[in-house]
């Protein structure tokens, strides 16, 4: 097994979120449920868009913000992502790159536009996410290179992806790819609706080869049909080496080779917004697990240190 | 004179922000003044942006931004200006309708993009603008609504705009229309290297009819061609009705019809970023002149009762 280029290399939806504020009635009479990502068409993105609030536009992307994350603690990250040769994707690109993560597929003209997400924040801090998935979906096999997932310690896949039949086929390259350099795969589930669209799909992806996986409560659940998260963790750990599980206020749950640590969240005064919060967790795990004892030299390797995370 | 159906009507650019921080050595590097504003051409927009980090977009333009401050007030505002029909042009017309400002300015395909400005903050807070002008500089008188401007208890017009010839056209149309329907016309002088671009042009038309002038400190002084703000101010005071005059962290001083008030500042633990500033400083000034006693039902409403600015 030769050196590895980067630390981690991720696969997923690549997407410009539109974030604003609103209040439950909004989401209520639209019909989304709170906490949530959905798919919409072009319709409805247009309609909630006329509707909602002002804005703000900022990259975003479930597994890009994560490498983003990666890349501020100090480690060495890529992504692979497809974005249209428009103002939304000039803007993605820039953003990541701009942000330390090499990103190198090519963008696609005349065929969709770059994906985005609206996202409606809620006085209590929750996000609700309607994604209308533009050229991301058509992410395929032939576009994950292969010396960029051979060079990374470990590849991350973004659960989302798997909506999209083509892209289901680059999960399993991927994963055959990491396998056969003897890289580690992780997955995370990314949404309870979208574990709901995809149980068996995931679980043969999960036993044929996923050493680790990320997934929130409900996801947790959904995947194993049970309303116990104990019982789902219990058979999550039976099916991967080391299993993520997050369970917002609760903290998180690290089930790695059958031993079991639980850890306690750092509380703040205010939950503001939580897009992105799972995001960077995994960035702060996949971190932690990749790069242990290198030296960041940005604002989030630096929060850290003084936090005594690292030394 | 008809009842006003606008407390304000702008005339300015219509601009999108991209918002990122920088160091003081990357403004060196790039011959950017701290804290001003310089027009850009598009090789040097895409120099910068390549440069630049991580950045978030957001609708902006300065008289625009003064509109939504209106709106959040509670006043009734409307904008006058130009995008072009693309994704930065939809961006900007979801937002000010969505902040309650009326905007029908038809938007312009084919010929040039919608404008943009590339806002670097640094440490200390202060912004310096890279403004690429694309489609808003195309602002002709033809597309000064007559009816509009007479509908206004005050037409604001943004010095920034002066800066294209076809627009200072735009606003001595839109000066002689409100003068014929008894309006009050407001000016800022927007940026102290746009004053210097347009001294006499500005002179002119202060006194050929603006009611109000906004300048700051360095701008009131360029235009008078005096180091003393002393000095400047009683010369704006001598030239116009009411001179808005705001000093930074000294607070703002404003001379109307001879009388001078000294404003303190509403001290802050720190400053994170001065962009619009001075548009929302405008903003509470004309919303207080224009519509004093209305029962603002908005955010900024209740910050103004909640600091007895209004009962």
Redesign the interface.
């Known amino acids: 097994m030769t050196a590895a280029r980067y630390a981690v290399v991720a696969i997923g939806n690549a997407i410009v979120d539109i974030i604003?504020r609103c209040d439950e009635a909004f989401l209520d009479r639209h019909g989304a449920a709170k906490g949530s990502m959905r798919l919409v068409d072009a319709e409805t993105v247009q309609q909630l868009?006329?509707e909602?609030?002002?804005?703000?536009?900022?990259?975003g992307g479930s597994a890009a913000n994560t490498m983003?994350g990666v890349a501020s603690f100090g480690g060495k990250a890529a992504f692979i992502g497809k974005v249209a040769g428009?103002?939304?994707g000039r803007?993605f690109r820039?953003?990541?790159g701009?942000?330390g993560v090499d990103f190198s597929t090519a963008p696609v003209n005349g065929k969709a536009p770059t994906s985005r997400s609206l996202i409606l924040v809620t006085p209590d801090g929750e996000r609700t996410m309607n994604t209308f998935l533009g050229i991301s979906t058509d992410l395929d096999h032939g576009e994950v290179d292969a010396a960029t997932v051979e060079s990374a310690q470990i590849v991350y896949l973004e659960g989302y992806l798997f909506d999209q039949p083509q892209a289901k086929a680059a999960f399993r390259q991927a994963v055959a790819i990491a396998g056969k350099a003897g890289r580690t795969v992780a997955l995370t589930l990314s949404d309870g609706f979208c574990v709901e669209r995809h149980r068996d799909e995931f679980l043969d992806l999960i036993r044929g080869g996923v050493g680790i996986l990320f997934a929130n409560e409900s996801e947790i659940t959904s995947l194993y049909q049970t309303p116990s998260f104990a019982e789902a963790a219990r058979r999550a750990a039976a099916d991967t080496r080391l299993a993520v599980l997050t369970r917002s206020a609760r903290g998180s749950v690290i089930i790695a080779d059958g031993k079991t640590h639980e850890i306690p969240v750092e509380p703040v005064a205010q939950v503001v917004d939580t897009t992105g919060a799972g995001d960077l967790y995994a960035a702060g795990f996949l971190y932690g697990l990749s790069s242990i004892g290198a030296r960041p030299q940005t604002n989030l390797g630096e929060l850290a240190r003084t936090r005594g995370l690292i030394p």
């Open positions: 604003g868009y006329s909602m609030g002002p804005a703000i536009e900022i990259s983003v428009d103002e939304f803007i820039h953003d990541i701009a942000a």
